[in-house]
Antibody, heavy 124, light 107 residues
Framework: QVQLLESGPGLVRPSETLSLTCSVS????????WSWVRQPAGKGPEWIGR???????SYNPSLWSRVTASLDTSNNQISLKLSSVTAADTAVYYC??????????????????WGKGTTVTVSS | DIQMTQSPSSLSASVGDRVTITCRAS??????LNWYQQKPGKGPTLLIY???ILQSGVPSRFTGSGSQTDFTLTISSLQAEDFATYYC?????????FGPGTTVDIK
């Protein structure tokens, strides 16, 4: 059974860089697309970006200048870095598995397995 | 960005009821529409992708339909475990965007 576990600091100071890690068990991260999604309290999800084994990423234009996602295949982990954070970045952050690379429906970019999420608060 | 709207924003229903949730895109998205269910304190779970393809393991009482800009999620006979918030998501263009959600609660 595939499991995703997000981890990172619960509290980040304004203007600092948020760093999160998603540890994956039960699947090789090399075979799939991986996304980060965040959800402010009481609101709908917001897609942050997506990466896969080639190293290339696709990011939400509203965040692209501040965000980087990457794969660590040796540790089967996905990471997210978001710089210059403000209170508007306060949210629950999820990692999610996308379609398997190369499958016929991969371009629908659905997310079929999600982590439990980690709460990030930006405050001084 | 493509804006997604959902109606209703919330509804009250009883076990056994047929429930329909509507999702509308601000522009053409073909069938690049996914549906998720989210329960309090948990991450979303995928129900349907490509507008009408049922994700493996999801009960057949969930069906999706629609294309272009208008889509529906139907629960044929609501079960106790279906009380949750439902989100649609378009993946036709970047950035992917989600609807604001429809909360289904117990009447």
């Amino acid at each position: 059974q595939v499991q995703l576990l997000e981890s990172g600091p619960g509290l980040v100071r304004p203007s600092e860089t948020l760093s999160l890690t998603c540890s994956v068990s039960g699947a090789s991260i090399s075979a799939y697309f991986w996304s980060w999604v965040r959800q402010p309290a009481g609101k709908g999800p917001e897609w942050i970006g997506r990466v896969y084994s080639s190293g290339s990423g696709s990011y939400n234009p509203s965040l692209w200048s501040r965000v980087t996602a990457s794969l660590d295949t040796s540790n089967n982990q996905i990471s997210l870095k978001l710089s210059s954070v403000t209170a508007a970045d306060t949210a629950v952050y999820y990692c999610a598995r996308g379609p398997m690379v190369g499958t016929s429906n991969y371009n629908y970019f659905y997310m079929d397995v999600w982590g439990k999420g980690t709460t990030v608060t930006v405050s001084s | 960005d493509i804006q997604m709207t959902q109606s209703p924003s919330s509804l009250s229903a009883s076990v056994g009821d047929r429930v329909t949730i509507t999702c509308r895109a601000s522009q053409y998205i073909s069938n690049y529409l996914n549906w998720y269910q989210q329960k309090p304190g948990k991450g979303p779970t995928l129900l349907i992708y490509a507008a009408s393809i049922l994700q493996s393991g999801v009960p057949s009482r969930f069906t999706g339909s629609g294309s272009q800009t208008d889509f529906t999620l139907t629960i044929s006979s609501l079960q106790a475990e279906d009380f949750a918030t439902y989100y649609c998501q378009q993946t036709y263009t970047s950035p992917q965007t989600f609807g604001p959600g429809t909360t289904v609660d117990i009447k």
